[in-house]
């Protein structure tokens, strides 16, 4: 789907987009935003707007880390949202892509992000936010909906943490385990991601880069300062990730011990029993079992059941 907006003589307006719209008013202002588009939509990239092809690779591709690359005359950035489903406990990233020119922004993305559907349902409305302060305030009103959209999905890890602690120390399971293991994968996502980010908004926000105005820069700082808390709570997330796995080592191994101890006790009293069933032997002359017909089928039997009780034991101790 390809949305367009064009900002000039005052007003905000949402048309179909063709080549010749870019050069129709002097002056005016262009968002072009690509969302799941069609090969024919994705073309304008290079057929109207005659970016790099470095730079188109990396947007039609997956870019997993952040970048931020400085063309003749436009800059090309990559950037990820992130989203943490509590209900799921899934933690989703959504990259985009952006084109800034003095004059033009091109955002392009492979699913719906809440940050452009802000904008563009601001846009639609004749909302002039941003947009006539030049293209670096749209940037800038883009990615500080989109970070600031961090905050609850921080939230929502750091509860899911403490959850994971309390049952930890309560009832771990190898259940458990592996939701550590996922939680620290997200984490490890999250702080991998952050970290360049945070670098991006340090250098746009020095204002040294097309379309980013002395003016646009110092909102930039705004953002840097929420990444740089981002990041802060990423790392400190880690730690307390790697917390909960000692801790439910730690919970394991003492359960390991107790379970140990109580086996070993049961193995201290059959000890003698054994003794003597190994010295003596079972070759008493008045055992009447000896002409017992089923004898040895029951035996069998009375084996089999024990074994299926001390395994349903040990099952419901949580021993095994």
């Not at 939701?179 to 991006?200: G, H, N, S, Y």
């Not at 006790?265 to 070759?283: H, K, Q």
């Given at each position: 789907?390809?949305?367009?907006?064009?900002?000039a003589?005052g007003?905000i307006?949402?048309l179909?987009?063709?080549?010749?719209r870019?050069?129709e008013v002097?002056?005016?202002?262009?968002?072009?935003?690509?969302?799941?588009?069609?090969?024919?939509?994705a073309?304008?990239?290079?057929?109207?707007?005659?970016?790099?092809p470095l730079?188109?690779?990396?947007?039609?591709?997956?870019?997993?880390?952040?970048?931020?690359?400085?063309y003749?005359?436009?800059?090309?950035?990559?950037v990820?949202?992130?989203?943490?489903?509590a209900p799921?406990?899934?933690f989703?990233?959504?990259?985009?892509?952006?084109?800034?020119?003095?004059?033009?922004?091109?955002?392009?993305?492979?699913?719906?992000?809440?940050?452009?559907s802000?904008?563009?349902?601001?846009?639609?409305?004749?909302?002039?936010?941003a947009v006539?302060?030049?293209?670096?305030?749209?940037?800038?009103?883009i990615?500080?909906?989109?970070?600031?959209?961090?905050?609850?999905?921080?939230d929502a890890?750091?509860?899911k943490?403490?959850?994971?602690?309390?049952?930890?120390?309560?009832?771990?399971?190898?259940d458990?385990?592996?939701?550590v293991?996922a939680?620290?994968?997200?984490?490890?996502t999250?702080?991998?991601?952050c970290?360049?980010q945070?670098?991006i908004m340090?250098r746009l926000?020095?204002?040294d880069?097309?379309?980013i105005t002395?003016?646009?820069?110092?909102?930039?700082?705004?953002?840097?300062?929420?990444?740089?808390?981002i990041?802060?709570a990423a790392?400190?997330?880690?730690?307390?990730?790697?917390?909960t796995?000692?801790?439910?080592?730690s919970?394991?191994?003492?359960?390991?011990?107790?379970?140990?101890k109580?086996?070993?006790?049961?193995?201290?009293l059959l000890m003698?029993l054994?003794?003597?069933?190994?010295?003596?032997?079972?070759?008493?002359e008045?055992?009447?079992?000896?002409?017992?017909?089923?004898?040895?089928?029951?035996?069998?039997?009375v084996?089999?059941?024990?074994?299926?009780?001390l395994i349903y034991?040990?099952k419901?101790?949580?021993?095994i």
């Amino acid at each position: 789907m390809l949305t367009y907006f064009r900002y000039a003589n005052g007003k905000i307006e949402q048309l179909e987009f063709s080549a010749e719209r870019l050069n129709e008013v002097e002056g005016a202002l262009h968002w072009v935003d690509l969302e799941q588009p069609t090969p024919e939509e994705a073309a304008v990239l290079k057929d109207v707007f005659h970016f790099h092809p470095l730079a188109i690779e990396d947007c039609l591709e997956d870019v997993h880390h952040p970048k931020l690359d400085e063309y003749d005359g436009y800059v090309f950035a990559v950037v990820h949202g992130i989203r943490f489903d509590a209900p799921t406990e899934e933690f989703v990233t959504r990259e985009l892509d952006i084109f800034l020119s003095p004059t033009c922004l091109v955002t392009h993305h492979k699913g719906p992000m809440r940050s452009i559907s802000a904008a563009r349902d601001q846009c639609g409305r004749g909302l002039q936010t941003a947009v006539p302060r030049g293209t670096g305030f749209l940037l800038h009103a883009i990615l500080d909906q989109m970070f600031e959209h961090y905050f609850p999905s921080l939230d929502a890890i750091e509860d899911k943490i403490q959850l994971l602690q309390v049952e930890c120390f309560e009832k771990p399971t190898t259940d458990t385990l592996a939701k550590v293991f996922a939680l620290r994968r997200d984490v490890m996502t999250l702080r991998r991601i952050c970290l360049p980010q945070r670098e991006i908004m340090h250098r746009l926000a020095r204002g040294d880069y097309p379309g980013i105005t002395d003016k646009a820069a110092i909102y930039f700082r705004d953002i840097y300062d929420n990444l740089y808390r981002i990041v802060d709570a990423a790392m400190q997330y880690q730690d307390l990730v790697q917390g909960t796995m000692d801790a439910y080592l730690s919970s394991v191994n003492n359960r390991l011990n107790e379970t140990m101890k109580r086996l070993t006790v049961i193995s201290a009293l059959l000890m003698p029993l054994t003794l003597i069933t190994g010295i003596y032997g079972m070759n008493f002359e008045f055992m009447p079992e000896l002409q017992w017909r089923y004898g040895y089928v029951a035996v069998l039997a009375v084996m089999a059941t024990m074994c299926a009780v001390l395994i349903y034991w040990f099952k419901k101790k949580q021993w095994i």
